[in-house]
C-alpha cells in the first residue's frame, strides 16, 4: 500500500532530501541530455539536475510549482511526481519530472500519481522520452510534437507559461561549477572529449528520431 501525498512548495527539507536521492538514482532518464553513468564529468551533470529539481521545490517565488510523492506504509518517500499549475480558461498543469525507485516500479505507483493529476486539471502538457509514449497514451495523452530529444504530449490543449529554470542560470550555480571543475581535475581530458563526442552523437540521433517519430505519430 502506497500513500500518494500533494505537497505545496516550498516543501519541507526532509520531503526535499528523499525527493533529491531519487532523482540522483535516475539522472540519466529524467536529464533531456542523457548523461550515461560511466561520462567523466556525470556527478556534474547530477549536481546541475539536482539543483534544478532543488530550486523548483524550495524556491518561495514559484508558488504555482507542486509536488506529489509516493510513501511505503512506513514514511519512505518511493516515487514523485513534479508539476506546476497555471489558470487560464481551465487550469492546466505542466508536469516537470517524475521518478520511482527502481524495486518500486511495476507496483501501480505511478499510475496513483498520475491519477491525482488526471482529477487535479483537465490540460496538461509534458515531454518525454520515446520509450514512455505508450504509457503516457493510457492515460489519454496524445503526440503533439517534439522537444529537442523528447516527445511532447498533451491532454486538453494546455497554452498556459509555466516557470523553467534557465539552464545557463544552473551553470553558474557554485554547487555545480565545483562539481564540474572537480570532475575534470580527475579525469584524462581525452577520455573528457571522447565521452563528449559519444553523447553528442547519441543526442542527434536521438533528435532525428524523435522528429521522425513525430511525422509518423503525431
Known amino acids: ?3 500518494i ?11 526535499c532530501s528523499a525527493v ?12 533531456m541530455s542523457s548523461p550515461p ?7 556534474g551533470y547530477k549536481t546541475m539536475l539536482v539543483e534544478e529539481v532543488r530550486i523548483y521545490m524550495t524556491r518561495r517565488d514559484l508558488p504555482q510549482i507542486e509536488l506529489l510523492t509516493a510513501s ?9 511526481l513534479l508539476f506546476a499549475l497555471v489558470q487560464n ?7 516537470y519530472y517524475s521518478a520511482v525507485q527502481k524495486k518500486y516500479r511495476r507496483h501501480g505507483i505511478m499510475n ?3 491519477q491525482v493529476i488526471l482529477g487535479i486539471s483537465p490540460s496538461i502538457g509534458l515531454s518525454c522520452d520515446i520509450v514512455m509514449v505508450p504509457i503516457y497514451k493510457r492515460f489519454g495523452f496524445r ?12 491532454i486538453g490543449n494546455p497554452t498556459g507559461i509555466t516557470p523553467v529554470i534557465d539552464p545557463t542560470d544552473l551553470g553558474k550555480l557554485e554547487v555545480v561549477d565545483t562539481a564540474f571543475s572537480r570532475a575534470i581535475q580527475r579525469s584524462n581530458m581525452n577520455d573528457i572529449r571522447r565521452a563528449d563526442r559519444t553523447m553528442k552523437a547519441d543526442l542527434m540521433a536521438r533528435k532525428v528520431k524523435v522528429r521522425n517519430f513525430v511525422k509518423v505519430n503525431g
Do not use: K, W
Open 5 to 15: 501525498t500533494r505537497h505545496a512548495t516550498p516543501v519541507d527539507t526532509s520531503t
Open 20 to 31: 533529491l536521492d531519487l532523482v540522483e538514482e535516475n539522472v540519466t532518464a529524467l536529464s
Open 37 to 43: 553513468i560511466t561520462h567523466p564529468l556525470f556527478d
Open 1 to 3: 500500500m502506497y500513500t
Open 143 to 154: 503526440v503533439v510534437t517534439g522537444r529537442e530529444t523528447q516527445v511532447v504530449m498533451f
Open 72 to 80: 511505503t506504509d512506513d514514511g519512505r518517500i518511493v516515487g514523485f
Open 112 to 114: 496513483n500519481m498520475m
Open 89 to 95: 480558461d481551465v487550469q492546466e498543469c505542466n508536469i
